[in-house]
């Protein structure tokens, strides 16, 4: 009786208020203690909504909240009252489903949705095996699904009448991984498509990118539904199968389906992201040709497996020249691997260790995601510096690789930035370009290295462009270099932060984390980035390392509950404003 009461209280309180900004809300301290009283207390997960709010009505330290519980019931609410209910409401679902959340992130993990060369996104069977358990879940929390061709999985709120169509966009699909890169550092071997808790910590390809944004939203979906809560907007979890690849699904999606009025990327940072960098790929080509087998030469190169990510290690392969042993030049190496490392400072290691008659160096550096290269250390821009420099010291010979090494050294070298190159620029708000060596593929007929750009607002794509091509083009008339190049840019997004449904987001991000209330930039490009009213909200933390596309890639259990809070919060606020 308790439920249905409150159920019917909260339809007509949802759809008759306003919503404005108040600073009286529940502070992200008392947030904590609501969620914390529940597990000192060893109590179980409320029943629902109702019996949670009881349970707060019985604390005697919580007078504020049992106001505008009171208020509440009576169907009688103030503007800021009406928040404090949205916010409960967050809380609630993390103390409802908190753990059930983090066994449907297991079963997401574990599936390996990385893209598969020569098969396109939507023929993979771990993307129509996770289409299938979106569908089973979605069942579960009588959610409609609607299936895509294997490319956009669409998961609505019951349909509402009239209002705004507000999309939530995650993505499926993870960047590629080297198991023998998953190391802790006491030595612990991780799997990366098992979902492990260590520390705190939910260990896992996909972990934070993205599927833990899937399953936030699927969850506050969840609770919504249950509750019966009606929304004047509709409100759509579009899950993207090719945002790591080739990024067709989405319009592939909008040439059969009408164009969200609002589209928020759960898959960047707190609190409101409102620009985003335009993505680029700088791609080198190099003909493969042999050396003089009597000459020492690199005969192999590694470097990452997708060109946003920067990997934890880059190996070469030294053959020796005919009249050199193995050892030899392996202590060699050694002696120039101290003397660069010493140059070039002590955040990275070159290990080295003789394999079949050839020397095999391993540069170790800290692997991060390509939109910020300065989060980690580039272990293929260092082994690429390392042949370069090195070339004449060893006496190596002329091939495709020590090619590749003298164009990156020359025109790269360890700037991030395109200072080297001479296109560098920044702006204020957006911060600067970065550019940042990434992926290496090597075959019989030629060698690939892309450089991955990320370029602010400032100049156009086609200016970028255009510098780009003059400073190579004047390298490579001063060279005997034979390389040819492709450079893809596109622009940047910047939008305009007015609206009450853009503060209304910065109002829950901020309050939530006890964060500066200001908008953000970000140099990750996200499946919004050309569609309107588009936003990055969340889901990590600007001032934590990102982990998405790094080896042992990592969701903070804390995190992961305080999104499930601002994300059911965010879901029902928007989805009852009348006014966006």
Same mark, same amino acid.
């Given at each position: 009786m308790l439920k249905k009461t409150l159920i019917s209280l909260i339809c007509s309180c949802l759809l008759s208020a306003t919503v404005t900004a108040d600073s009286t809300n529940i502070s992200s301290s008392v947030a904590s203690s609501i969620v914390k009283s529940f597990t000192v207390n060893n109590m179980q997960p409320p029943q629902s909504f109702g019996h949670f709010l009881q349970a707060l009505t019985a604390d005697e330290k919580s007078p504020q909240l049992a106001e505008s519980i009171k208020a509440y019931k009576a169907g009688d609410l103030t503007d800021s009252q009406q928040q404090q209910l949205f916010r409960l409401l967050g809380i609630y679902s993390q103390t409802k489903y908190g753990q059930q959340a983090i066994e449907t992130l297991r079963q997401l993990v574990a599936i390996p949705t990385f893209k598969t060369e020569g098969i396109p996104s939507h023929q993979s069977p771990a993307m129509k095996q996770i289409g299938a358990e979106l569908e089973a879940i979605a069942g579960d929390f009588g959610l409609p699904f609607n299936n895509i061709d294997d490319r956009v999985f669409e998961i609505t709120l019951p349909q509402q009448t009239g209002g705004k169509n507000i999309a939530l966009h995650a993505h499926a699909d993870v960047?590629?991984?080297?198991?023998?890169?998953?190391?802790?550092?006491?030595?612990?071997?991780?799997?990366?498509?098992?979902?492990?808790?260590?520390?705190?910590?939910?260990?896992?390809?996909?972990?934070?990118?993205?599927?833990?944004?899937?399953?936030?939203?699927l969850y506050a979906m969840r609770v919504i539904k249950e509750e019966g809560i009606p929304l004047f907007n509709t409100l759509r979890l579009l899950v993207d199968t090719t945002e790591e690849s080739d990024g067709t699904a989405i319009p592939y999606y909008l040439e059969r389906h009408p164009t969200p009025d609002y589209n928020l990327a759960l898959d960047g940072g707190y609190p409101v992201v409102i620009a985003e960098k335009g993505y680029g790929t700088l791609m080198a080509s190099f003909t493969v040709r042999a050396v003089n087998p009597q000459q020492t030469a690199v005969i192999s190169v590694t470097g990452g497996l997708a060109t946003n990510q920067i990997p934890a290690k880059s190996i070469a392969q030294f053959k020796p020249a005919t009249n050199i042993e193995a050892a030899a030049l392996k202590q060699q190496i050694d002696r120039l691997a101290k003397s660069f490392i010493a140059e070039h400072g002590a955040d990275f290691s070159i290990d080295t260790r003789i394999n079949n008659k050839l020397i095999e160096v391993i540069v170790n550096g800290v692997s991060a995601h390509s939109s910020k290269p300065s989060s980690g250390v580039n272990p293929v821009s260092r082994m690429l510096l390392f042949i370069a420099h090195n070339k004449a010291a060893l006496a190596l010979g002329d091939n495709h690789i020590s090619d590749a090494a003298q164009y990156a050294a020359d025109n790269f070298a360890l700037d991030y930035h395109g200072k080297l190159l001479g296109?560098?620029?920044? @702006?204020?708000?957006?911060?600067?370009? *970065?550019? /940042?060596?990434?992926?290496?593929?090597?075959?019989? &007929?030629?060698?690939?290295?892309?450089?991955?750009?990320?370029?602010?607002?400032?100049?156009?794509?086609?200016?970028?462009?255009?510098?780009?091509?003059?400073?190579? @083009?004047?390298?490579?008339?001063?060279? *005997?270099? /034979?390389?040819?190049?492709?450079?893809?840019?596109? &622009?940047?997004?910047?939008?305009?932060?007015?609206?009450?449904?853009?503060?209304?987001?910065?109002?829950?991000?901020?309050?939530?984390?006890?964060?500066?209330?200001?908008?953000?930039?970000?140099?990750?490009? *996200?499946?919004?980035?050309?569609?309107?009213?588009?936003v990055q909200f969340g889901l990590a933390m600007p001032d934590q390392k990102y982990t998405g596309h790094n080896a042992n890639e990592f969701k903070r259990v804390e995190q992961f509950m305080l999104d499930l809070r601002i994300v059911t919060e965010m879901m029902v606020r928007l989805g009852s404003m009348q006014e966006l």
């Open positions: 960047v590629p991984v080297n198991p023998s890169s998953w190391v802790l550092d006491d030595g612990t071997q991780l799997d990366p498509f098992k979902l492990t808790e260590i520390n705190g910590r939910l260990y896992g390809r996909g972990a934070e990118d993205d599927k833990n944004g899937i399953v936030a939203v296109v560098d620029f920044a @702006d204020d708000f957006m911060g600067p370009l *970065t550019m /940042a060596l990434t992926f290496i593929s090597l075959d019989d &007929k030629q060698l690939q290295l892309a450089v991955n750009l990320r370029a602010p607002k400032g100049k156009s794509p086609e200016q970028l462009k255009s510098e780009v091509k003059a400073k190579l @083009d004047h390298w490579l008339a001063k060279t *005997t270099i /034979a390389m040819r190049y492709s450079h893809s840019q596109r &622009k940047p997004m910047y939008r305009n932060p007015e609206g009450k449904w853009v503060n209304a987001l910065l109002d829950i991000a901020t309050e939530n984390l006890n964060m500066p209330r200001r908008f953000g930039s970000s140099g990750g490009a *996200t499946s919004i980035h050309d569609l309107p009213n588009g």
